[in-house]
């Protein structure tokens, strides 16, 4: 069974960068689709990107141009790579696989952006 841990978030103020990370713990990381997810205050749980085995990424509109989604095969790592940070980034990232798999949500990582 995979699981999935987020980790990187924080505090970060209106055009700052943060970096965030989800290692997977066994199971079949580096041939999966995987994606970050968001979930603002009081919304649903939505995505921001997903790359594929390859390095191939999509992202929702919001965030082109500004976050990066990348992957470590060999470290069974996914990043996102958040640079003009804007307060409507605010939430709860999650990494998950595209499309998700509802058994595989961890518990995420808080990002704040405010000043």
């Known amino acids: 069974q995979l699981q999935l841990v987020e980790s990187g978030g924080g505090l970060v103020q209106p055009g700052g960068s943060l970096r965030l990370s989800c290692t997977a713990a066994?199971?079949?990381?580096?041939?999966?689709?995987m994606g970050w997810y968001r979930q603002a205050p009081g919304k649903q749980r939505d995505l921001v990107a997903y790359?594929?085995?390859?390095?191939?990424?999509a992202y929702t509109d919001s965030v082109k141009g500004r976050f990066t989604i990348s992957r470590d095969n060999a470290k069974n790592t996914l990043y996102l790579q958040m640079n003009n940070a804007k307060s409507e980034d605010t939430g709860v990232y999650f990494c998950?696989?595209?499309?998700?798999?509802?058994?595989?949500w961890g518990q995420g990582t808080q990002v704040t952006v405010s000043t």
């Open positions: 998950n696989f595209y499309p998700l798999r509802e058994d595989y």
């Open positions: 066994g199971g079949i990381f580096r041939f999966s689709v």
């Open positions: 790359i594929v085995v390859g390095g191939a990424a």
